[in-house]
């Protein structure tokens, strides 16, 4: 299992530079930015700090969209960054909420998501493209290959990701619930003609490590009103009954949501949340409890823990993750298919430094 690490783009750029180190001596090999550009501060300025920053690691956005961007413009940014960081960029990709909701516009279409995907990853990678009628290349781009992840839930969705992806976002680390998602995209995959074990998969969710178990609620009882905001659009598109009452139930008690306090500890957004939910979608409690979260996702088919790092304390929970979690998890091995089971420059560089 490799271990990432998302930044929520509201610290000082020193502290930006800060945890990236700390998060590549502590064994991380990805690193990643929330985009929502109205919320927090503009994430390509950061990912270019944190490439002369780092060495090693893998770094992007989880997620962007093609709405907010237009895709040319996020593939421009991507091949430059690629040169500054010796090749090292990924695209998280999703169809929108809240850089596109602040702004009073709905998530983008599937079709459009999928149309990006191609445009991007052919441009980053030195392929020609056609958009609308116009032939265009990047003369300048090293060319190097653009691994994409896409966030998805939906059964629509998932197959989507299975035709384009290399990789899925889940935001979850409920094992069970991973398990169902895997077997779905799996089952995509066969029908699209594709190995499903072509596509990794990332569970992405905040971890606190705290002997006390509500002090660690009361740190990540935001993320599960977060991910309502996707569960609510599944409930309005398809039949309860096509989704795992475990995913769809908590949301019943929902009243709204405010997201000038998207992804805040404290936030009255998650007053619904109830502690069963914040257990099985968040890694908390002491070491021993993360260590066998994380085997049961590793089992579950995880390729990727993404570590939302937004919780407070993150250096010290970088310390402890580098020292105790990640020597005991970066060699779990993976379950390829679930679903069977469970029916830059050395002067720049130099500067930044």
């Given at each position: 299992m490799d271990f990432g690490f998302t930044l929520k783009p509201d610290h000082p750029i020193e502290r930006v530079i800060e945890l990236t180190r700390r998060a590549e001596a502590a064994g991380f090999t990805h690193g990643w930015l929330f985009d929502s550009h109205v919320l927090w501060k503009e994430p390509y300025p950061l990912l270019t700090v944190m490439a002369l920053n780092s060495?090693?690691?893998?770094?992007?956005?989880?997620?962007?969209?093609?709405?907010?961007?237009e895709p040319t413009v996020t593939a421009s940014a991507l091949a430059t960054l690629n040169e500054i960081s010796g090749g090292r960029m990924e695209l998280g990709i999703g169809r929108g909420d809240s850089a596109r909701r602040v702004e009073g516009k709905p998530p983008m279409t599937l079709a459009h998501l999928e149309e990006a995907v191609h445009l991007i990853r052919d441009l980053v990678e030195g392929r020609s493209v056609e958009q609308e009628g116009t032939q265009l290349h990047f003369d300048?781009?090293?060319?190097?290959?653009?691994?994409?992840?896409?966030?998805?839930?939906?059964?629509?969705?998932?197959?989507?990701?299975?035709?384009?992806?290399?990789?899925?976002?889940?935001?979850?680390?409920?094992?069970?619930?991973?398990?169902?998602?895997?077997?779905?995209?799996?089952?995509?995959?066969?029908?699209?003609?594709?190995?499903?074990?072509?596509?990794?998969?990332?569970?992405?969710?905040?971890?606190?490590?705290?002997e006390d178990i509500a002090a660690c609620r009361d740190r990540v009882r935001w993320f599960p009103a977060l991910v309502s905001n996707h569960v609510v659009d599944l409930v309005t598109k398809y039949p309860r009954e096509q989704l795992p009452e475990s995913l769809t139930g908590y949301?019943?008690?929902?009243?709204g949501y405010d997201y000038k306090h998207h992804a805040e500890v404290g936030s009255a957004n998650a007053g619904f949340v109830e502690d069963e939910v914040v257990d099985r979608f968040c890694v908390i409690g002491p070491v021993e409890a993360h260590i066998a979260k994380l085997r049961e996702l590793a089992d579950a088919g995880?390729?990727?823990?993404?570590?939302?790092?937004?919780?407070?304390?993150e250096e010290q929970q970088l310390e402890i993750y580098g020292r105790e979690v990640v020597p005991q998890l970066s060699g779990a091995a993976v379950t390829r298919d679930p679903g069977a089971r469970a029916g830059s420059s050395d002067l720049l560089a130099g500067e930044a430094r």
């Open positions: 060495d090693r690691l893998r770094l992007g956005t989880c997620v962007t969209n093609p709405g907010t961007r300048w781009t090293r060319a190097d290959r653009l691994p994409v992840w896409v966030a998805a839930y939906g059964p629509k969705a998932l197959r989507s990701t299975a035709r384009v992806a290399d990789g899925i976002v889940l935001q979850l680390a409920d094992p069970d619930l991973i398990r169902w998602f895997v077997s779905q995209l799996h089952e995509a995959c066969r029908e699209e003609g594709r190995d499903p074990s072509e596509i990794r998969v990332m569970a992405a969710a905040p971890a606190h490590v705290n949301v019943r008690e929902r009243e995880v390729d990727q823990f993404n570590l939302y790092l937004m919780n407070g304390e």
